[in-house]
């Protein structure tokens, strides 16, 4: 009997994922363990795993839909085996289309009951504003395939839009593409120009959809902006000392093969290793608001920011405070290397206790991230700069320096305790041998 295979709850925060790919085809052969297709969450780009033997039968969802958690998007069985007819959803789906329109009819005959009209004909329901007539399980499936379900005429009572006017509408090629509402809001607001130049050379207008990694980053950006009491303090170090250990080790080092001991180090890993050191000199910033009380975390599990193209993620270097310089360079690089193939699993970005992020790759020579929830605080490392500074002799002389800034959450960390944390982290950067033993 065959199979149908439904979209996993991938992550704890996932209720819907979008089919990027799929792997094997229609009519393929399959067996316990293959990878059937790639499935984007709001944290990462995943595997749809198969658990049975036998032949993919159908794929019920096309590359780039979304699909909600619990619903089919394959079916496996044995070769020549019809698939399933889930109908463009679930049977739970149609079970509840039905409870509703019958629903829907008998509120319609209750009416009619109290309310006699003149004509036996059922009057289109009237909307309220721009809201068209139409049953929540239509609505949904319109708004998932962005369809205007203005566009669509409806059979159910009072000329109200039903599942079945949906689906018909979309197989017959009819259905028309729903229109942003901001792009709508915009185009009554502003008068529209033609210009005479053309784009020369400027790309043409667009719109994107979001994915659902980019609308999770953005959801968690505005949850931390507007529930979180950001300050933020900076600090001036001398970058020299860190980076001349840089370049003496990686002399000494880079050239060698792996097995005998050779690495290579970036500023980038040489400050995650501070900033966990500097962790364990000031504690207090090492924790997280919890309502009713502060957390005092009793690890340092240290994530950074790797950028990609829908945004930041995070991957977390686990008891940083207890790792090498080597160990943490190690890890920083394999799981850099996981975000940027999008093949980081859900566990290996949760759980941090403190965030860092770096720009100064990007030639930024201070700024200030947005707090990594449920962190106290994030550091943000600007750019080395090659600059006139006046020495412990009063002599004007050519100086490296580099801005490094802390946000903090104010309900955890006060101003004294993250000015206190920033002169830690400035000794063991200007004299970074610390960080070494």
């Known amino acids: 009997m065959a199979e149908i295979i439904e979209m996993p709850k991938l992550s704890d925060t996932m209720t819907t994922g979008t089919l990027v790919k799929w792997l094997k085809k229609e009519g393929e052969t399959v067996s316990n363990g293959d990878k059937l297709a790639e499935v984007e969450t709001d944290k990462a780009t995943m595997e749809l795993e198969n658990f049975d033997e036998g032949v993919l039968l159908k794929c019920y969802v096309s590359e780039g839909d979304q699909v909600d958690v619990g619903a089919p998007v394959c079916a496996v069985g044995e070769k020549g ?24 009819e008998s509120s319609s005959e209750s009416d009619s009951q109290e309310e006699p009209t003149e004509s036996a004909e059922p009057e289109p329901e009237p909307s309220t504003g721009d809201r068209i007539p139409a049953s929540p399980l239509a609505r949904k499936i319109a708004n998932d395939k962005g369809i205007d379900l203005s566009a669509i005429d409806g059979s159910g009572p009072r000329g109200r839009v039903v599942k079945s006017d949906v689906l018909k509408a979309i197989e017959s090629g009819s259905a028309t593409p729903k229109k942003s509402e901001g792009i709508k809001e915009i185009q009554a607001s502003t008068p ?8 020369a050379g400027f790309p043409a207008a667009s719109e994107e959809k979001v994915s659902n990694m980019r609308g999770a980053i953005a959801r968690r950006l505005l949850e931390s902006k507007t529930t979180i009491p950001h300050f933020y303090l900076e600090i001036e170090v001398d970058a020299a000392p860190l980076n001349a250990l840089r370049k003496s080790v990686n002399e000494g080092l880079a050239d060698l093969p792996p097995e005998a001991g050779g690495a290579k180090f970036s ?17 207090a910033v090492n924790a997280s608001w919890g309502e009713t009380k502060i957390i005092r975390h009793g690890a340092v599990h240290l994530a950074f920011a790797v950028a990609i193209d829908e945004g930041l993620l995070t991957p977390v270097i686990r008891d940083a405070h207890a790792k090498s310089l080597r160990e943490i360079t190690a890890e920083a690089k394999d799981l850099a290397k996981k975000a940027l193939s999008k093949k980081l699993q859900p566990n290996e970005m949760s759980g941090s206790t403190f965030t ?17 929830p449920p962190n106290a605080a994030i550091l943000s490392v600007g750019a080395t700069i ?6 412990e002799n009063g002599q004007i002389v050519v100086g490296q320096r580099m801005n490094i800034g802390i946000s903090a959450d104010h309900r955890v960390v006060d101003g004294a305790i993250a000015a206190q944390y920033l002169a830690a982290l400035k000794e063991i950067i200007e004299a970074p041998a610390l960080m070494l033993v």
């Open 81 to 104: 085996e019809d698939a399933p007819d889930v109908g463009g959803g679930t049977d739970s789906d149609s079970k509840a289309e039905a409870k509703e329109e019958s629903s829907v």
């Open 192 to 199: 529209s120009y033609t210009s005479a130049a053309g784009n």
């Open 267 to 283: 500023v980038n890993h040489l400050i995650l290793k501070a900033s966990a050191e500097a962790l364990r000199r000031v504690p």
């Open 356 to 372: 860092v992020t770096n720009l100064g790759m990007y030639g930024i020579n201070s700024f200030f991230g947005i707090i990594n």
């Open 386 to 391: 090659t600059k006139p500074v006046v020495d």
